[in-house]
């Protein structure tokens, strides 16, 4: 079975060949990071313009890249939501024609399923229940899945979402965009206790997230210790380094706090950790040595296994999008001309 994923929820246009539902052929990626840069954001007309441009010549590459044709396809799988909506529109819309002059099934996939089964491309066998934390530029959740396509939504962000917090940082302090690769790589050399940012406790014993209390804390450590953002290009101070360290160990302390809390609670055999900020080298470590390395030294602890995608995987791509459409992939089913992009869309 050969599924040709679509994907464009937000600033990537990308398209993926899989076989089988887990052997990548092809993983095509369209980045927009240079259009948006300068805003310091997605600029979303920006966005759906730019996928208006690139998807047809980064479908046709996922095509040659894998030596297959259009008629060797045996159905297509494209995201549905959430996501902006001008950018959804563009990839479903392509979708959606191909699929209809192809006379091919369309499988609507949602993007939060799709980062689920990033984890699984490179680890077919995964074992279920597992507890995924979904964590990127617009989501933080905590979700729980005891079999193939069922979800439960344990924990999610009230407010920002880690990897926006992390971005809004970064553009604050003239440090670049996206920010969360930048802060990843200077947190190797800040020191993580110099500021204090205390991590929120919500009352009600959800296992929600909020994180916009860093960043009204992160702005009143720059008013009282009168830290000026970077001039562009110019050398990064200490105490910037410090403040950044110490922000993103509060967000990733937060993240490892919620996800050990909702383990507790639910047993999982495996822990998933997907999404953007996933890539972050440092939360990477801190899930490793919580739920493996610190368990396999302390007599009577249980280790978890950790999964997480390597870093083509883990922002967002089309490969994602069509292992998670062969999971529930309908050869009869027919092409629903009513099949519609939500912004909102939820899995759980
Ligand atoms: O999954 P993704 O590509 O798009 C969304 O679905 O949002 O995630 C993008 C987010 C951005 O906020 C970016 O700053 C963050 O992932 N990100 C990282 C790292 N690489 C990307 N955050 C922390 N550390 C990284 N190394
Ligand atoms: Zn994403």
């Known amino acids: 079975m050969l599924i040709l994923g679509i994907e464009s929820s937000c600033d ?61 396809i045996d159905g297509i799988a494209v995201t549905q939501g959430p996501g902006l909506i001008g950018s959804l529109l563009v990839g479903l819309s392509f979708a959606k024609a191909m699929a209809y002059s192809n006379k091919k099934p369309l499988v609507p996939v949602n993007h939060i399923e799709g980062h689920i089964y ?23 959740s905590l979700i729980y899945s005891p079999g193939p396509g069922q979800y439960r939504s344990i924990g999610r962000a009230r407010d920002d979402a880690a990897g926006e917090a992390l971005d809004k940082l970064s553009k604050f302090l003239g440090l670049g965009y996206p920010g969360g690769p930048v802060i990843d790589r200077l947190a190797n050399e ?40 970077r001039r ?26 919620q996800t050990k809390k909702a383990e507790k609670r639910l047993h999982p055999r495996s822990i998933l950790l997907v999404g953007g900020v996933a890539c972050n080298s440092h939360l990477r470590k801190a899930f490793k040595y ?41 050869p009869d089913s027919p092409l629903d001309p009513e099949l519609n992009a939500y912004a909102g869309l939820r899995l759980c």
């Open 12 to 72: 990537e246009t990308a398209a993926s060949l899989v076989e089988d539902g887990r052997k990548v052929l092809s993983n095509v990626v369209a980045s927009q990071i240079n259009t948006h840069r300068s805003f310091g954001g997605v600029v979303p007309e920006l966005a759906s313009r730019e996928h208006i441009r690139n998807i047809g010549y980064v479908v046709r590459k996922a095509f040659d890249d894998a030596g297959k044709g259009y008629g060797d």
């Open 118 to 140: 990033s984890a699984f491309i490179e680890n077919p066998d995964i074992e279920y229940p597992f507890l995924a934390l979904v964590v990127s530029g617009g989501h933080t």
């Open 190 to 229: 800040g020191n993580p206790g110099r500021f204090a940012f205390s991590i929120p406790k919500i009352s009600d014993g959800s296992l929600d997230f909020s994180f916009s209390g860093f960043k009204t804390a992160a702005l009143r450590h720059i008013r009282e210790s009168g830290i000026k953002p």
């Open 232 to 257: 562009s290009g110019g050398r990064i101070s200490r105490i910037i380094l410090d403040l950044v360290t110490s922000y993103q160990h509060a967000i990733i302390k937060t993240l490892v706090s």
């Open 290 to 330: 919580t739920f493996e390395e610190k368990r396999k030294i302390r007599e009577g602890a249980v280790p978890v296994p950790v999964y997480y995608p390597s870093t083509i995987y883990t922002t967002d791509n089309a490969a994602m999008i069509a292992v998670a459409g062969a999971s529930h992939f309908d």
